[in-house]
Nanobody, 128 residues
Framework: QVQLVESGGGLVQAGGSLRLSCAASGRTFTRDAMAWFRQTPGREHEFVAAISWSGGSSYYADFAKGRFTISRDNAKNTVYLQMNNLKPEDTATYFC?????????????????????WGQGTLVTVSS
């Protein structure tokens, strides 16, 4: 079982940037597709971005395109989410999640049910 620990959240003004990190340990991280989701109180997890185990394939929610970038460093067992031009509506707890995959370019669909391991989340607050 892989364990995930997010970090990098905090308070930032609108227009600012943050980089979230998700450190993985346990089973072979390099065989997992990874994703970021976010959640606000009373709502379901909302897909943000996902990346294949090779890093060669990725896709984003519409709101994240052009502002967020997902990447991974398999040597460090870490996946990142670079967030630029942040908006107050980006305020949420951000979670990373892992899904086992059997090909290097496979990326699961943008639904939380495809991801079986989750971190504890890191809070991002964007002030206006």
């Amino acid at each position: 079982q892989v364990q995930l620990v997010e970090s990098g959240g905090g308070l930032v003004q609108a227009g600012g940037s943050l980089r979230l990190s998700c450190a993985a340990s346990g089973r072979t991280f390099t065989r997992d597709a990874m994703a970021w989701f976010r959640q606000t109180p009373g709502r379901e997890h909302e897909f943000v971005a996902a990346i294949s185990w090779s890093g060669g394939s990725s896709y984003y929610a519409d709101f994240a395109k052009g502002r967020f970038t997902i990447s991974r460093d398999n040597a460090k067992n870490t996946v990142y989410l670079q967030m630029n031009n942040l908006k107050p509506e980006d305020t949420a707890t951000y979670f990373c999640a892992a899904a086992p995959s059997y090909t290097s370019e496979y990326v699961p669909g943008p639904e939380s049910r495809y991801f079986e391991v989750w971190g504890q989340g890191t809070l991002v607050t964007v002030s206006s």
